[in-house]
């Protein structure tokens, strides 16, 4: 069984920084894309970044330039590094694994971390 567990949340202050971090854990034979999404009280969970296998990276336009997704794939994690933070990231991260084979032939699936609050004060 693969599982995803997440780190590095907390409170900080308006443009502090914060690095969430994603490992997976089980047997993983190749994870495509990774990726972080947001959700905030009372608002769907959204796309902040991902990151394919061949390490492009697509960004939210509300945190380019301050946030920086990252990969290790011999770790099977994967980084947020977030910078000059704002008020308006809070919201619970989650972490989501897609297309993630146990081996060659097998079939891909796609799973989710168990989410970690960020909470920036202004």
């Known amino acids: 069984q693969v599982q995803l567990v997440e780190s590095g949340g907390g409170l900080v202050q308006a443009g502090g920084s914060l690095r969430l971090s994603c490992a997976a854990s089980?047997?993983?034979?190749?994870?495509?894309?990774m990726g972080w999404y947001r959700q905030a009280p009372g608002k769907q969970r959204d796309l902040v970044a991902v990151?394919?296998?061949?390490?492009?990276?697509n960004y939210a336009d509300s945190v380019k330039g301050r946030f920086t997704i990252s990969r290790d794939n011999a770790r099977n994690a994967v980084y947020l590094q977030m910078n000059s933070l704002k008020a308006e990231d809070t919201g619970v991260y989650y972490c989501?694994?897609?297309?993630?084979?146990?081996?060659?032939?097998?079939?891909?699936?796609?799973?989710w971390g168990q989410g970690t609050q960020v909470t920036v004060s202004s």
């Open positions: 989501n694994f897609k297309d993630v084979r146990k081996s060659f032939a097998s079939e891909g699936s796609d799973y």
């Open positions: 089980g047997r993983i034979f190749r994870i495509n894309a």
């Open positions: 990151i394919t296998g061949g390490g492009t990276t």
